[in-house]
């Protein structure tokens, strides 16, 4: 049995090469953006009170799959290991967020702002330099804990899943109350238009809806069909469906950005810089600090890897209907997709590589 659960938990095809599709999706929608520039633009119109329809529901289909994955029993658990619990949502939404907003403004908003320079017209009228877009990208991303693949990040660093999962299951219930204002005050100070009122709408859309459809249908299909079914059969067919349908979201907003992007390539540089030197930090802060405190490698490597994993869906999903599919704030989320899975992978050896430095008697 154990064999199995451990080859369920590998990198399915779809994930492993998550960055090729990333690149193909990218390259795709330039092409298309520069044959049919007006598709996009026509089904980004087919809107109900400025949410884009076609684009919400490739999104729902998006997050639906992570949070039908969720088993929310897991939290009564938290207690027996409160220790790496703690340390995680203190990362997560303590430091985290305001991590990401220095390092992106230092960087996108100083450093390189001479090198990013125009102004874009966001959703909704407002006028705002570029820069500024792209550092609310970071921003979203930056308050958005993993919740999707870091189960196989923890899984492949042999890490302690049941802390895994608890952390998923508790990080899924505070975004619905955390995201909306801690967001909104970081785009608030990094000087950008938002309406409080759009920022709940969507964490209530893209987070909520998914995460109450994936609680009933999870719990009504393990009641009729059993857990195994579910994680054999129904789990293994949802995993490609989400990724198609992040894919397709990723093909609109390059048709969009086509041009952008081949008269000015080292946009996507200039923002994956930032963006990776977040995720090492934020890694190294919470391993550091989980040794520090004694936890045994089982629990502190799971802690580092969710603390700097970014739950890239949410992010774009938000930055969509906040500021519009063509916003540099969407291109900025969209990065964050496309260095996600070779450096969380190259994060996931640094902790096989260092595993000896914990003391495996101490129990956490």
Known sequence: MQTIVHEEKKLSFFEKYLTLWVVGSIILGIILGKIYPQAAITLDKVSLYQVSLPISLCLFFMMYPIMVKIDFAQVIHAGKSLKPVLLTLFINWGIKP????????????????????????????????????????????????????????????????G?????????????????????????????????????????LIYVGLPLFFGYHSRKWIVKTRGLKWFEEKFL??????????????????????????????????????PLIIQTCFIFALTYVMAKWLKFSYRDA???????????????????????????????????????????????VKVCLKTKHHFDKKVIS
């Open 163 to 203: 802390h895994t999962l608890i952390m998923v299951a508790i990080n899924s219930l505070i975004m619905l109350f955390l995201y909306a204002p801690l967001g909104g005050w970081l785009l608030g100070i990094n000087k950008m238009p938002i309406p409080w009122q759009t920022i709940v709408l969507s964490v």
């Open 301 to 347: 490597a799971p802690s580092a890897l969710i603390g700097a994993s970014n739950h890239f869906e949410v992010a774009i999903a938000t930055s969509t209907i906040l500021f519009g599919l063509s916003s540099g704030a969407s291109l900025a989320t969209v990065v964050g997709v496309l260095i996600e899975v070779p450096l969380m992978l190259f994060l």
């Open 236 to 273: 293994h067919l949802l995993t490609p469906i989400s990724i198609v349908a992040l894919l397709i979201t990723l093909v609109l907003l390059f048709s969009f950005k086509g041009e952008l992007i081949i008269n000015q390539p080292q946009i996507i540089f200039l923002i994956a810089i």
């Open 98 to 161: 305001f991590t990401m907003f220095a390092i992106a403004s230092l960087f996108l908003g100083g450093l390189f702002k001479g090198m990013l320079p125009g102004v874009e017209i966001i959703k909704g009228g407002s006028e705002v330099e570029l820069y500024r877009s792209y550092i609310s990208g970071c921003i979203l991303l930056g308050i958005a804990p993993c919740t999707a693949m870091v189960l196989i990040w923890g899984h492949l660093s042999k890490g302690n899943d």
